[in-house]
């Protein structure tokens, strides 16, 4: 059972990403984005990766070094072309981009287009809540990937459009909701697929719209699909990622669902908002601090030890795998040691 620390993780990535083009500042923040998933404990959007990524460099989907290009501008948005680069440096400068007009103007929105996968979406809101701003990011997959049937529907025909939202606290924990409009993302489901695990009951329908807990439903053909947040009322999950296909995909114009949908990437939108032009910020974080107060002295139902806040799961579990290690499935590690190999990579550490 591979066990690793995070740096030995980032290092071997790095070595990975600049063996494949990537500049130093590039290959780091991509394994900063990586290794801090799968330290709170979203292995989906991890190490997980690497192997996705590095195929997408070499079939010329993922250009290192590429420009990040604004293409229309005014004070308070702004539309940027990531020219297929890494996603998450695209996210991180079009998030920098959206802080500082916020800064000057209050309020902006920024969309991306022609931008590889991104992953965590909260690591760019809390960028913004580090700053005393509140942070919103939401995106889709540019009209592929998709893995999700709408409510009613059998077949798949959106991606899990995940959404998030940071804002400015107090305390230790960062205070962010970081998720998909699905049951689930895909990559936990991928996850399952290399852990040789089923999934749980309600994530998964088969091609039929069957209840199913194998993950290979998903990648047959025709492919099954996940179901929309919600469960039984799973419109709900389904009419806002409906409205994040819109927003990401056709407001950025990175492109949305439909049959003929070009290339697989990620649509992103993002929001910043100054908390000062509403409220002092030092009272909005005393109130936030007080609702967190109160929502935390709810007694838990059976089943529960505590209510736990947005964000408070992810810190709790980032502060256990600091101290006990990163767990990496044996087929996930396979794929990374198959890579490193073919770009002639020494491991400098043993499982």
């Not at 198959?338 to 002639?344: M, P, S």
């Amino acid at each position: 059972m591979p066990i690793f620390t995070a740096e030995q993780l980032k290092q071997l990535g790095r070595d990975i990403f600049k063996a494949c083009g990537a500049s130093e500042e590039e290959a780091t923040l991509v394994m900063e984005a990586l290794v801090s998933a799968n330290l709170a404990g979203h292995d989906s959007h991890g190490v997980i990766r690497i192997s996705q990524y590095v195929q997408a460099i070499q079939k010329g989907q993922l250009i290192p070094g590429a420009k990040f290009e604004v293409v229309r501008e005014t004070p308070s948005t702004a539309l940027v072309n990531g020219n297929w680069g890494f996603g998450m440096v695209i996210a991180r400068k079009a998030m920098e981009l959206a802080i500082e007009k916020a800064r000057a103007h209050k309020i902006s929105a920024v969309g991306v287009f022609n931008s590889n996968h991104i992953g965590r979406l909260g690591d760019y809101c809390l960028m913004a809540a580090q700053q005393d701003l509140i942070g919103i990011c939401m995106v889709n997959a540019c009209g592929k990937a998709q893995n999700v049937a709408p409510f009613g529907g059998r077949a798949p025909r959106l991606a899990t459009n995940p959404i998030a939202i940071a804002v400015p606290s107090k305390g230790e924990i960062p205070l962010v909701l970081d998720i998909a409009t699905s049951t689930v993302s895909q990559g936990k489901i991928r996850v399952k697929v290399n852990r040789k695990e089923p999934v749980p009951p309600g994530w998964l329908i088969d091609s039929e719209g069957n209840p199913s807990t194998d993950p290979e439903v998903l990648y047959k053909t025709p492919p099954g699909a996940l179901l929309p947040l919600g469960g039984s009322v799973g419109y709900k999950g389904f009419g806002l990622a409906f409205m994040i296909e819109i927003f990401s995909g056709i407001l950025t114009t990175a492109g949305y669902s439909r049959e003929d949908a070009r290339r697989l990437g990620n649509g992103t939108f993002l929001m910043v908002i100054d908390v000062e032009n509403f409220v002092p910020i030092s009272i909005f974080k005393d109130q936030v601090a007080d609702l967190i107060r109160y929502i935390k002295t709810c007694p838990p139902m059976p089943g529960f030890e505590e209510v736990l806040v947005p964000g408070e799961p992810e810190f709790k579990e980032t502060q256990r795998r600091q101290k006990e290690g990163i767990f990496v499935e044996e087929e996930t590690w396979k794929q990374i040691l198959t890579i490193a190999r073919e770009l002639q990579i020494s491991v400098p550490f043993q499982t």
